[in-house]
């Protein structure tokens, strides 16, 4: 690519990162980052950008989930085990209703920097900087919890790599062995989810079986014993995405190695900016978020610039325009989309345009608005004639009051109760696997669509 240097960014104008004490110290950290062994390799993200490629062709679905903003304090195996065991949950109701592949990628091992809305808090007449993510602040409201600190980003690093080590050893090792269905269950689902749930997985268990006296099981069939698990993160902290890219050896090609796939956020994604030149130069899948304020025709022109051939599998869409909003702003989008004839993947994160303040004070998302974006989602691309090639959201594995409704009901009143999250409202497991249950219907016609074939570009 012309112009391009793994450095060029520095000379664009950047928003949304911290401005460091120590100017010597920082440096000395990134130096240090830029010898640390690989977190993936570019052979995986290849692979990835080809499944990908197949769920913009309608032939596959991505599940794309995880926490808002990883943090130190909630670093725990149990929370990576349940993190995973959910979206195997999900993805396993994904695909029997939608007869789909369901490629799924997590946010997670590297997910940690967060852009703010504003760079200052004021608390009891008393402000500071915002945090800004467990790998530069810490949430302590005080002056030196709220200083970036470099050594941070080792600990995130380190966090990172335990983190993926945990959720390959998880996908290979046996744990997401089909005949364990069963087990990925967990005990503070609700009734009805675990109804629901069971019998899907019974009918998994019937089809096995069937398999198995076929001749085909999971001892000589490593599709049914393993899964293919992805991580990603918003490509925001630059310095550190530059860190981690290294030249792939086997064809001279930039590759981020932190993460399969990178996504650019709303509130970055200036053509001119330092955020898309970073990413032109490297050959990760990449998401561009939409939102209520991207101008359609800079969308179709940030996916050119990002995607000069027009790989398939190289861009997916997040469209995040809240519940109320995405009927009004998504289908100009498309059609603008399919007007240049650009290959992407249509994905829905129907959290970030769904945020409110509780009246408790709380940041909060109400699930019913998290559905109804979906819906309304799936709806549009059904007018349009395109797929709704995949889901985006911020979850947990874990039983915390942090989003509003779902069959627990929770109320403004119990978020209180367990609010754990670093930034963002997650759903909690029982929200995530409702929300699952509760699109299949959707991700039904999808099938229908694949079926009968992608319409062409107009
Ligand atoms: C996020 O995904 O956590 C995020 C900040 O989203 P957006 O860029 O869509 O606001
Ligand atoms: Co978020």
């Known amino acids: 690519m012309t112009n391009w240097k793994l450095n060029s960014w520095r000379s664009k104008p950047i928003k949304h990162q911290p401005v ?46 995880g926490d808002c903003a990883e943090s130190f304090l909630e670093f725990h195996p149990n929370n990576i085990r349940d993190f ?28 940690f920097s967060k852009p703010r809305s504003s760079p200052v808090e004021v608390k009891d007449g008393k402000e500071l900087p915002s945090y800004l993510g467990d790998n530069i602040n810490s949430m302590e409201f005080t002056k030196e919890g709220r200083d970036p600190q470099p050594e941070r980003l080792l600990k995130a690093y380190s966090q990172s790599a335990a983190t993926l080590n945990l959720l390959r050893a998880f996908s290979q090792g046996g744990f997401a062995d089909l005949n364990k269905v069963h087990l990925w269950n967990m005990s ?49 902290l630059l310095p550190v995405e530059e860190a981690m890219t290294r030249i792939d050896s086997t064809t001279g090609e930039y590759h981020n190695t932190s993460a399969h796939f990178l996504w650019i956020g709303d509130r970055t994604r200036q053509l001119d900016g330092a955020h898309v030149e970073y990413c032109k130069g490297i050959k990760n899948p990449l998401g561009i978020k939409c939102g209520p304020t991207s101008d359609p025709k800079e969308i179709v022109k940030l996916t050119e610039v990002l995607n000069p051939d027009n790989e398939p599998g190289r861009i997916t869409l997040i469209a995040r325009f809240g519940h109320d909003q995405v009927t009004k702003f998504l289908p100009n989008l498309i059609k603008e989309v399919k007007k240049a004839g650009r290959n992407v993947i249509w994905s829905c994160d129907p959290m970030h345009g769904n945020t409110i303040k509780s009246s408790t004070g709380f940041k909060t998302r109400p699930f019913d608005n998290v559905l109804s974006e979906v819906k309304n989602f799936f709806k549009v691309h059904q007018d349009q004639g395109t797929f709704a090639g995949g889901l985006h959201i ?45 699109i299949s219907e959707e991700i039904k016609k999808n099938a229908n669509f694949s079926k009968n074939g992608i319409q062409e570009a107009s």
């Open 20 to 65: 460091y004490a120590d100017q010597g110290k920082i440096d000395n950290v990134l130096k240090e980052l830029s010898t640390f062994p690989p977190l993936v390799f570019a052979g995986e993200s290849r692979s990835l950008k080809k499944k990908l490629g197949e769920v913009s062709q309608g032939k596959a679905f991505l599940l794309q989930g």
């Open 394 to 438: 911020e979850m947990t594995g874990q039983d915390v009051t942090e989003c509003t409704g779902g069959a627990q009901n929770i109320t403004d009143k119990d978020l209180s109760n367990r609010y754990h999250t670093h930034c963002d409202p997650r759903l909690n497991a029982n929200q995530a696997l409702e929300l699952a249950f509760l």
């Open 84 to 111: 995973f065991k959910v979206v195997l949950q999900m993805s396993l109701i994904l695909t029997v209703s939608s007869k789909l592949p369901v490629i799924k990628v997590g946010r997670v091992a590297g997910q």
């Open 188 to 236: 503070f689902v609700n009734e009805t989810a675990q109804k629901k749930y069971k019998e899907i997985a019974e009918k998994v268990s019937d089809a096995l079986a069937f398999m198995e006296a076929c001749g085909i099981n999971s001892e000589n069939n490593r599709r049914l014993r393993t899964v293919n698990f992805y991580t990603s993160h918003e490509a925001l």
